[in-house]
């Protein structure tokens, strides 16, 4: 069996036994598929391998305190836009408590300094990580995720480009050969 012809079989039977995802449109099933690839650089690079609070937090530490948060300007504003009403923030967050309270606390809204406004960005990567990884989204669905795991994409990988600490050059992170 050719590659394509593999990948179309196990679309298929996505569809055919896991009606939650079935219905995903293919650009969304995408933006999830790089946003698990950029995540698990990022968490093999920064974090460990771990993927834990524990060590998002202690990677928090490393940001130096003068950040230039031009970069991230875009993703601060669409991502306080869609958070303010609080109904996203519960999908995001869910019984994260740390979590919403950080993002609805003073640390994070326009006038926090940028490292503040920073941890809360991870945090809302993390939890678009959690969401997938644990599937939390299986409650409120991916349909209508694309912008959301497009802008977690492009967020991870300004994190991955800002390289606040070296990055794991011992070669014994994660190989895609």
Avoid at 14 to 33: L, S
Avoid at 100 to 118: I, P, V, W
Avoid at 138 to 149: A, E, S, T, W
Wanted: glycine letters at 6%; proline letters at 3%; hydrophobic letters at 35%.
């Amino acid at each position: 069996m050719n590659k394509k012809n593999e990948l179309n079989e196990l679309d298929d039977w996505i569809a055919n036994h896991c009606k939650e995802f079935a219905n995903v449109p293919v650009p969304t099933r995408g933006a999830a598929y790089l946003y698990m690839v950029l995540w698990s650089i990022f968490d093999g690079r920064y974090l460990e391998h771990s993927g834990s609070r524990e060590s998002l937090m202690l990677y928090a530490e490393t940001l130096p305190d003068q950040i230039e948060i031009t970069p991230f300007e875009p993703y601060l504003d669409y991502f306080r836009k869609r958070l303010e009403s609080g109904h996203h923030l519960r999908d995001l967050a869910g019984d994260d408590y740390q979590t919403k309270d950080y993002l609805r606390s003073t640390s994070f809204n326009a006038s926090a300094d940028h490292r503040e406004q920073l941890i809360g960005l991870v945090l809302i990567s993390y939890r678009l990580r959690c969401n997938l990884v644990h599937g939390d989204k299986y409650r409120v669905g991916l349909r209508d995720q694309y912008d959301n795991l497009v802008r977690g994409c492009q967020l991870t990988k300004l994190f991955l480009e800002e390289a606040w600490r070296p990055k794991n050059t011992n070669e014994s992170g994660l190989t895609w050969d």
